[in-house]
């Protein structure tokens, strides 16, 4: 009853083609196409499916579908023609259905030995559409046992995109199909694992294939593409379109250059496991630009030529590229020619105190750089209670500035900043190599005088020591100073093992000395202003090795590895290599160590491993996680446990590689995580305002920490 019921509804809806109800579809055919077939039309009223199947007559013009539906056209068994499925929607106006002739292309899949062959391929291909547009048709193509395929396609010039999941996809560009003739494009060796691809352009200029070439290289990775570990590179063609396969999954920065040309947009890419990721918009290759950099006064305080420098930030990166510098002319101006475009830092100097230190865009045809320097003479004095501190003061503010001064043997020191305003201090000791964080300052001049004065005051606790190996001998070993956990200081023994740390706060602390892999652990000590002398002796380390990958066995190259725990002095970091694998060298005494490991893109891990030398340590990151917002943290040092193993948030973050951390969101501190279950606790002790939480994969638990009690939505408590 109910499908006569459908039926009659199917026929009155069809009977009501002819009436103003009607939404009307034009048909287009090219010349000399006089061709119909079977046309399958289905729709959607927003209650049930519809469905009907009829002839397309060879000189037909025009298609009615009865308004207050969704429609999809396909036109199947073509006699002589081909035409791409067109979805008219209720409230389209002018829909046009372009019939094409048809023809055909063929060929022949081949894989790996011991690969099988995929059951069907899918070519993809623009074809045109009406008023001058295109539109991306995507055709299945069953494969044949042996590996052969043929499908219908446009008559025409088609570029094809050959894929099926699992394997990288293949490209044909050009091919010439003529209708009723097969095309065939002959052997195609498909093979495993990711791809990335993407368009390159010079403006108006075409590219050249010879001399442009594209460069892959995994984020954060410390060299320029070409000699960086992991990077890729390969060469556009005339089109300018480039395509890299066998790419492990991580995260990468792409790039391009060319004859007197390079990109200056550098895009991350995240590469997922038998995926293609394809770039958008195109890399735009620049003309090299010139700088042109003016600056007032003309000659620093001594009445000499500024030193400039400008260096090239490299992609995704801290790491800066090798400076061209120069010495301005008495007029002020400094000029750099041949420079590629992007991010600069731009240094000025006068290579004694005064630096002045901005971000810069270089582009072709930029306007010259004026710079002020508001040079500001300055007096003071280092102590460490009525102690002078004879090294060096280094000082470094906010907007870049930078000066060093030196200081005699009773701490005493003078020179010029580039500015007044707030400066932070860092002390570098003659003896030793100590250097030491003091507080930030407010430089100042007083009213009346020529100088500011800035003076640096120490608190008075004093270690003095020997560092030895375990048979005794001398070792001039790196000692540090930790108080409350957070490192505070280092220093470098003499060549008869001697230290001496100054500058101290009164009170229990710990030390950790470390020479040629080998290493101390971590020894308590009290602080005062006559400490006992103290004798560290260094023991031979253990490596831990391990290997980082996917559920599936995929290497994840380019995530950060991050060893902590209360038998460490300070977290052990490093990254995996486009393999996977890691190594960290670890302390004697060191039994078992927390690790985080925070792949781009992937959720992090964490878990506790025991410390055995020759075991390596496998880690899997899985595909997908759970996001995690945290709101209202006031604590430096919020953290969380799982599994027993606690951790300081910030060891969660994605590795920002200097930019802003993705981490940190407008409404607070998100994570993505492991689906698993965290206590999590907004300060360092443990208190009522801690909360357990259940994180699943693809969900997202909120928790605010900003009233008394935490309020969590999306997840378990």
């Known amino acids: 009853m109910r499908e006569c019921q459908r039926l009659v509804g199917l026929i009155v809806m069809l009977l009501s083609l002819r009436t103003a109800t009607a939404a009307v579809v ?147 560009w050009g091919i010439r199909v003529v209708a009723d003739t097969p095309a065939a494009l002959g052997v195609m060796r498909l093979s495993r694992g990711a791809s990335v691809s993407g368009w390159v352009t010079a403006g108006r200029q075409p590219v050249d294939p010879a001399s442009a070439e594209i460069h892959l290289e995994p984020l954060g990775a410390p060299n320029d593409a070409a000699d960086a570990p992991g990077a890729m590179q390969t060469r556009p063609n005339r089109r300018g379109f480039f395509q890299f396969t066998n790419v492990p999954a991580g995260m990468y920065v792409l790039s391009a250059g060319g004859d007197r040309l390079a990109s200056s947009q550098r895009p991350t890419v995240k590469v997922a496991e038998e995926r293609e990721v394809t770039l958008e918009p195109a890399l735009e290759l620049l003309p090299f630009a010139r700088a042109e950099i003016r600056v007032t006064p003309p000659l620093d305080p001594r009445g000499q030529p500024w030193r400039v420098s400008l260096q090239r930030r490299l992609p995704a990166s801290t790491y800066l590229a090798e400076p061209v510098r120069g010495t301005m002319v008495e007029e002020g101006l400094w000029t750099a020619n041949d420079l590629r475009p992007g991010a600069y ?52 503010s906010l907007t870049g500035g930078k000066a060093e001064l030196a200081t005699d043997e009773e701490g005493r020191f003078e020179g010029y900043l580039p500015a007044e305003g707030k400066w932070n201090i860092r002390l570098k000791l003659a003896r030793g190599n100590q250097t030491i964080r ?53 220093v470098t023994a003499d060549d008869s093992g001697e230290f001496e740390l100054i500058g101290l706060d009164e009170g229990a602390a710990m030390l950790e000395a470390r020479h040629a892999k080998k290493e101390t652990g971590l020894v308590p000590v009290s602080v005062s202003r006559s400490t006992a002398p103290v004798t560290l002796v260094l023991k031979r380390q253990v490596t831990v090795e391990g290997w980082v990958s996917t559920p599936s066995g995929h290497p994840i190259g380019g995530a950060a590895v991050r060893l902590f725990g209360p038998q460490l002095s300070n977290v052990r970091e490093t990254v995996t290599s486009p393999g996977g694998r890691f190594t960290m060298p670890l302390p004697g005494s060191v039994s078992s160590v927390g690790m985080a490991v925070v792949a781009p893109g992937l959720p992090a891990v964490v878990t506790t491993v025991p410390v055995v030398e020759d075991e390596r340590v496998d880690v899997v990151v899985p595909g997908s996680g759970g996001r995690l917002l945290l709101r209202g943290l006031t604590s430096r040092r919020p953290w969380l446990a799982h599994e027993q193993t606690i951790v300081s948030l910030g060891l969660l973050f994605q590795p920002s590689y200097g930019g802003q951390s993705p981490n940190l969101m407008s409404e607070g501190i998100e994570l993505l995580l492991a689906p698993g279950q965290y206590l999590l606790c907004p300060t360092r002790a443990i208190s009522d305002r801690c909360t357990r939480h259940w994180v699943s994969a693809g969900a997202r638990v909120v928790v605010d920490f900003s009233s008394s009690e935490s309020m969590a939505s999306g997840g378990s408590r």
């Open 26 to 172: 034009r048909i287009e055919r090219d010349p000399g196409t006089a061709c119909g077939g079977t046309l399958i039309v289905h729709g959607h009223d927003g209650q049930e499916e519809l469905s009907r199947t009829w002839t397309l007559d060879r000189d037909a013009t025009r298609i009615e579908l009865p308004k207050g539906a969704e429609w999809s056209l396909t036109l199947t068994e073509p006699a002589r023609c081909w035409a791409p499925t067109l979805i008219v929607a209720d409230d389209a106006e002018g829909a046009v259905w372009r019939l094409m002739p048809a023809g055909e292309v063929s060929g022949k899949l081949a894989t790996a030995e011991g690969d099988s062959l995929p059951s069907s391929v899918s070519l993809r291909f623009e074809v045109p559409a009406v008023k001058h547009q295109k539109t991306v048709a995507i055709v299945p193509c069953p494969v044949a046992r042996e590996g052969t395929w043929s499908c219908r396609v446009p008559a025409g010039e088609l570029d094809l995109r050959i894929g099926s999941d699992g394997f990288a996809p293949v490209y044909a």
């Open 345 to 396: 830092v731009l240094r000025i100097t006068d290579g004694n105190s005064v630096e002045e230190r901005r971000e810069v865009e270089v582009a072709p045809e930029m306007p010259p750089l004026f710079i002020a320097m508001a040079v500001v003479p300055v007096k003071g004095r280092a102590s460490s209670g009525s102690r002078g501190i004879e090294g060096t003061v280094e000082l470094s």
């Open 438 to 490: 003091a507080r930030s300052v407010d430089v100042r001049r007083r009213d009346g005088e020529s100088h500011a004065r800035v003076d640096v005051e120490l608190p008075g606790g004093v270690i003095r020591g020997k560092v030895t190996d375990e048979q005794g001998r001398p070792a001039p070993a790196l000692v540090h100073v930790l108080h409350d956990g957070l490192p505070r200081t280092s």
